[in-house]
């Protein structure tokens, strides 16, 4: 399917495209993950001296968001879409006060795992729009 067409007049083609794009997120989601393996060691040893844990809510934001993701493309009939909407809403992990400060710090150089972040809450937001879709033309 071509991703520039987004003139498309039947609907199932616009949700199965939808469906494809998030799936092709979340495969490279995998790709990357393995590629931070250094960076993520160079973390846990970092992380041993602090009182919280980066690796373990980028874990659970990834088990997440990827468990939704696997439900959208699975699944053509969601009865629980408004559910699944509002929790990856309140899945924010820059609203973790700990996780942005370390985000954000100059001294934190970990490009690969903030890349990877930055994917997984863009597929976050991809999910949410096409849920937003799916309730929308219901």
């Known amino acids: 399917m071509n991703p520039n067409n987004h003139d ?17 997120i979340a495969k490279q989601l995998l ?10 060691h160079n973390l846990a040893l970092w ?10 809510v980028i874990e659970i934001f990834t088990t997440d968001i990827r468990g939704y993701a696997s439900q959208v493309i699975t699944s053509d009939n ?3 879409h408004q559910e699944i909407g509002k929790n990856l809403d309140k899945l924010k992990i820059f609203n973790i006060p700990y996780f942005r400060e370390w985000y954000f710090a100059p001294e934190s150089n970990y490009p690969q795992i903030k890349r990877y972040v930055e994917t997984l809450n863009y597929l976050r937001l991809l999910i949410i729009e096409y849920l937003n879709g799916v309730i929308s033309s219901k």
Do not use: H, M, P
């Open 47 to 56: 992380e041993e001296s602090q009182e919280f844990t980066i690796l373990g």
């Open 78 to 80: 969601l009865l629980n």
């Open 8 to 24: 498309l007049k039947d609907k199932s083609d616009n949700t199965q495209t939808a469906k494809d794009y998030i799936g092709r």
């Open 31 to 40: 790709t990357d993950y393995q590629q931070t393996k250094e960076e993520r």
